[in-house]
Structures are given as structure tokens and as C-alpha cells.
């Protein structure tokens, strides 16, 4: 059966050759009948909530002033907000509700470690965070009322901006295109597109989808941090090859492609880059949050399951793969590595996939496969749940 997928009649295939990364796409009526996953009432409780991060944005259009205040509220917060002009963002929603992963798995035609979060945001008439842009994609689907998006163009770190503002906003703001979105309907941003979406009439509600890139900044020093990490101090610059030179204040070009070659060496490492780049992505997106699991043994799980109990993954991890061989994968879950092999390894690529697993996808005969199960619930990256 072809998984329904919220990009109306294009297929993922044309999405992603002509748009992804690319260029905006207005879809009308991309989820059907869409129903909110929860009230406003709702979104406003999670974000009194110690652990969950969000911000409230207002807009002063006499002063013209925008003010940024950052999450966790009181209630009280909320019963003196002005009439007009204020929106309130609840980041990684999904984290928190799991209904909210079953709609970000509905866009799984990109990989799951490109997902960054769901975040929901609610605003008033005339309600939004202001012209800006992100260095994410993003799908923002229109879940209740009414918001007009307007676009710009392509803006970078080098682009104008307001210096007096709490957020980026870009000044002099001028629309190439506008769309009114209703519930059901979606736009999709590549990155460093502007943008600025007001709330028309109240209650306007909008679910962002959005994606990570890691900035080539941050993958130079991870890597190079994770690679240092298992060097000690006797791997050194080695010139055995050393010719005299006319002046000994000159770094020749010979040192200079040892420097390289030494470089090259561990970059050309497939194995540790694999290593390093599985924990890397997989990193939970609130580390702090992370509790330990249960501590069950394999006979246990085996037994739980056999009862119809299922076992998912924790709202909040991370998790991915990298095959070794067909018989063979690196599992990553929340930052660590799992080697896993056989039916560990088909079970690893399953629960990858699907986010759950019930008795019938476990091999429960495969002692290589349970223990894997009990390391994964042990991190809490996973959680046994009834039915
Ligand atoms: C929103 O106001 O819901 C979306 C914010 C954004 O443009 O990133
Ligand atoms: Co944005």
C-alpha cells in the first residue's frame, strides 16, 4: 500500500527533486480533515511546564516594539496579555504528546535525523514573530484559523536587521508573495527564505515541522573533537623525509602536505566517521531530560511482549542507523552505539523505521535481539507500553 503522505497529488519523488532545499510550495488541503491534537488550553498548560521550552512574542505597533518573553509561565501570565499582536510558540510538542510523532512521521520521505521538532505556535488577530528567516526547512501546516504568509527573498547573516529587537526581524520588510493558509493547508520553506506570518482574526494556530542541518562549523569541531578524544600525545607530526632547507623561517610546502596527509588519514576513516556521526545526530535534542529506563531483564521482555505488550520508542529520542553489511548495522539511540547483528540488526532497522514493535517483529528466541531491547529500554530510549 503507498503511504499517504501530506503533499497533496505530488509524490515525495517530485518533492523532493523539485522543491526540497530548493524553493517554497504552497499545498492547499495537504491534510485533509485535519483535527488539532490539542487545545489551546492544552498548549498554553505545556508551556507552563518546568521542562518544556517556549516564548512569547508581542508586537507594539504604536511603539513599534517587539518584546520576547521565554517559558516556563505562570497562568497568570496569560490572563494579562493585551487584545492584539502577540503569539506563543511551544517548541518540540511531539517530545511531549504521542500523537504529535504519528504527524511528524507522516513526513518521514526525509530521513527521521534531519527532524528537528514539532513546534505549535498560537497567536492572536495580527499575532506572529515578525519578517525573518531560518537556516531550517520547515513545513508549516495551518492547524486552526486563519494566517497570512508572506515571502521575501534568499536573506543570509549578512542581511539587515533590526538591532533594537529581541528577535530577528527583518526591517523594510517587503512581500514578493502572499497566501492565506486554512486549516489543512501547508507551506513549505527552504532555509534562509524570508518570511512573515500574521494571524488573521484569532485563534490562529500553526504547526511548525521543522529540519536540522548541522553547520559545517559544527561538524569540523565535533568530529575533530570526537577523533582527538581517542588520540593520546605520541601520534605526532613525523618528518623523516626532512631535506635542508634554504631558510629555516620558511613552513615549506612539503610540512605543509604532511599537515595535510595527517588531516586526510583520519577524515578518510569511513568507520569513525560513521561512529562519530550516528552519536552525533542522535543526540536528544534536551540531553538534561534524558531518565534512566527500566532495568528488565531479557526473560522479562520476552514476557511482556508475549502478554501483547508493545515496546516504543521515547518520544524524545533519537534514534538511526548505519548498515555494516546486509547482516550487520551500528544502531544509534540518544547519542550512543549499538553494534547489532542478525535478527539485532533486523530489529534495530525495524524499530528505526516504525517507532514501536509488538511481539509479533521481535524474535524473541534471539538472545542477541533481547538484549539489545533491554539496553535500549535500560537508557530509556525506549519504553514497554500496554497493547
Ligand atoms: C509561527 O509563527 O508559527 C511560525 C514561526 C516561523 O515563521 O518560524
Ligand atoms: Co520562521
Same mark, same amino acid.
Given at each position: 500500500?503507498?503511504?499517504?503522505?501530506?503533499?497533496?497529488?505530488?509524490?515525495?519523488?517530485?518533492?523532493?527533486? %523539485?522543491?526540497?532545499?530548493?524553493?517554497?510550495?504552497?499545498?492547499?488541503?495537504?491534510?485533509?480533515?485535519? +483535527?488539532?491534537?490539542? #487545545?489551546?488550553?492544552?498548549? &498554553?498548560?505545556?508551556?507552563?511546564?518546568?521542562?518544556?521550552?517556549?516564548?512569547?512574542?508581542?508586537?507594539?505597533?504604536?511603539?513599534?516594539?517587539?518584546?520576547?518573553?521565554?517559558?516556563?509561565?505562570?497562568? #497568570?501570565?496569560?490572563?494579562?496579555?493585551?487584545?492584539?499582536?502577540?503569539?506563543?510558540?511551544?517548541?518540540?510538542?511531539?517530545?511531549?504528546?504521542?500523537?504529535?510523532?504519528?504527524?511528524?512521521?507522516?513526513?518521514?520521505?526525509?530521513?527521521?535525523?534531519?527532524?528537528?521538532?514539532?513546534?505549535?505556535?498560537?497567536?492572536?488577530? *495580527?499575532?506572529?514573530?515578525?519578517? !525573518?528567516?531560518?537556516?531550517?526547512?520547515?513545513?508549516?501546516?495551518?492547524?486552526?484559523?486563519?494566517?497570512?504568509? +508572506?515571502?521575501?527573498?534568499?536573506?543570509?547573516?549578512?542581511?539587515?536587521?533590526?538591532?533594537?529587537?529581541?528577535?530577528?526581524?527583518?526591517?523594510?520588510?517587503?512581500?514578493?508573495?502572499?497566501? +492565506?493558509?486554512?486549516?489543512?493547508?501547508?507551506?513549505?520553506?527552504?532555509?534562509?527564505? &524570508? !518570511?512573515?506570518?500574521?494571524?488573521?482574526?484569532?485563534?490562529?494556530?500553526?504547526? /511548525?515541522?521543522?529540519?536540522?542541518?548541522?553547520?559545517?562549523?559544527?561538524?569540523?569541531?565535533?568530529?575533530?573533537?570526537?577523533? *582527538?578524544?581517542?588520540?593520546?600525545?605520541?601520534?605526532?607530526?613525523? %618528518?623523516?623525509?626532512?631535506?635542508?632547507?634554504?631558510?629555516?623561517?620558511?613552513?615549506? &610546502?612539503?610540512?605543509?602536505?604532511?599537515?595535510?596527509?595527517?588531516?586526510?588519514?583520519?577524515?578518510?576513516?569511513?568507520?569513525?566517521?560513521?561512529?562519530?556521526?550516528?552519536?552525533?545526530?542522535?543526540?536528544?535534542?534536551?540531553?538534561?531530560?534524558?531518565?534512566?529506563?527500566?532495568?528488565?531483564?531479557?526473560?522479562?521482555? &520476552? +514476557?511482556?511482549?508475549?502478554?501483547?505488550?508493545?515496546?516504543?520508542?521515547?518520544?524524545? #529520542?533519537?534514534?538511526?542507523?548505519?548498515?555494516?553489511?546486509?547482516?550487520?548495522?551500528?544502531?544509534?539511540?540518544?547519542?550512543?552505539?549499538?553494534?547489532?547483528?542478525?535478527?539485532?540488526?533486523?530489529?534495530?532497522?525495524?524499530?528505526?523505521?516504525?517507532?514501536?514493535?509488538?511481539?509479533?517483529?521481535?524474535?524473541?528466541?534471539? #538472545?542477541?535481539?533481547? /538484549?539489545?531491547?533491554?539496553?535500549?529500554?535500560?537508557?530509556?530510549?525506549?519504553?514497554?507500553?500496554?497493547?
Amino acid at each position: 500500500m503507498k503511504k499517504q503522505v501530506p503533499l497533496g497529488e505530488m509524490t515525495p519523488e517530485q518533492f523532493l527533486r %523539485d522543491y526540497w532545499q530548493k524553493k517554497p510550495l504552497l499545498i492547499r488541503n495537504a491534510i485533509p480533515d485535519f +483535527e488539532p491534537l490539542l #487545545s489551546a488550553d492544552e498548549l &498554553a498548560g505545556l508551556a507552563c511546564e518546568q521542562d518544556v521550552e517556549s516564548r512569547l512574542i508581542r508586537f507594539d505597533a504604536q511603539g513599534d516594539t517587539w518584546t520576547l518573553d521565554k517559558g516556563p509561565f505562570d497562568e #497568570s501570565h496569560f490572563a494579562n496579555l493585551p487584545q492584539r499582536c502577540w503569539t506563543l510558540l511551544v517548541q518540540a510538542v511531539d517530545h511531549w504528546l504521542p500523537e504529535a510523532t504519528e504527524l511528524v512521521d507522516k513526513f518521514n520521505f526525509i530521513p527521521n535525523w534531519r527532524v528537528d521538532d514539532l513546534m505549535i505556535s498560537y497567536a492572536v488577530d *495580527g499575532g506572529g514573530v515578525g519578517p !525573518h528567516y531560518d537556516n531550517y526547512d520547515v513545513f508549516l501546516l495551518q492547524a486552526e484559523g486563519t494566517r497570512r504568509w +508572506e515571502i521575501g527573498g534568499i536573506c543570509d547573516e549578512h542581511s539587515p536587521r533590526r538591532e533594537d529587537a529581541p528577535v530577528m526581524i527583518l526591517p523594510q520588510w517587503e512581500a514578493e508573495q502572499s497566501f +492565506e493558509l486554512n486549516p489543512g493547508d501547508m507551506l513549505y520553506l527552504p532555509p534562509q527564505v &524570508a !518570511h512573515n506570518g500574521v494571524a488573521i482574526g484569532d485563534g490562529c494556530v500553526t504547526y /511548525s515541522i521543522g529540519f536540522r542541518a548541522p553547520a559545517h562549523n559544527e561538524i569540523l569541531r565535533s568530529f575533530s573533537d570526537f577523533i *582527538g578524544e581517542q588520540l593520546g600525545r605520541e601520534q605526532r607530526y613525523a %618528518d623523516a623525509d626532512l631535506t635542508l632547507q634554504d631558510n629555516p623561517g620558511q613552513i615549506s &610546502a612539503a610540512a605543509l602536505s604532511r599537515v595535510a596527509d595527517i588531516l586526510a588519514s583520519y577524515l578518510g576513516n569511513r568507520e569513525q566517521l560513521a561512529s562519530w556521526f550516528g552519536q552525533y545526530m542522535t543526540e536528544p535534542k534536551y540531553p538534561e531530560l534524558v531518565e534512566e529506563g527500566e532495568q528488565l531483564e531479557e526473560s522479562d521482555i &520476552a +514476557e511482556a511482549l508475549a502478554e501483547g505488550c508493545s515496546i516504543r520508542r521515547a518520544e524524545g #529520542s533519537r534514534f538511526a542507523y548505519i548498515d555494516r553489511d546486509a547482516d550487520s548495522v551500528l544502531l544509534f539511540a540518544d547519542g550512543q552505539q549499538h553494534e547489532a547483528e542478525g535478527e539485532a540488526a533486523a530489529l534495530a532497522r525495524h524499530i528505526c523505521r516504525e517507532r514501536g514493535l509488538d511481539a509479533a517483529q521481535v524474535p524473541t528466541q534471539s #538472545s542477541t535481539a533481547l /538484549s539489545l531491547l533491554k539496553t535500549l529500554l535500560q537508557n530509556g530510549c525506549c519504553y514497554l507500553t500496554e497493547g
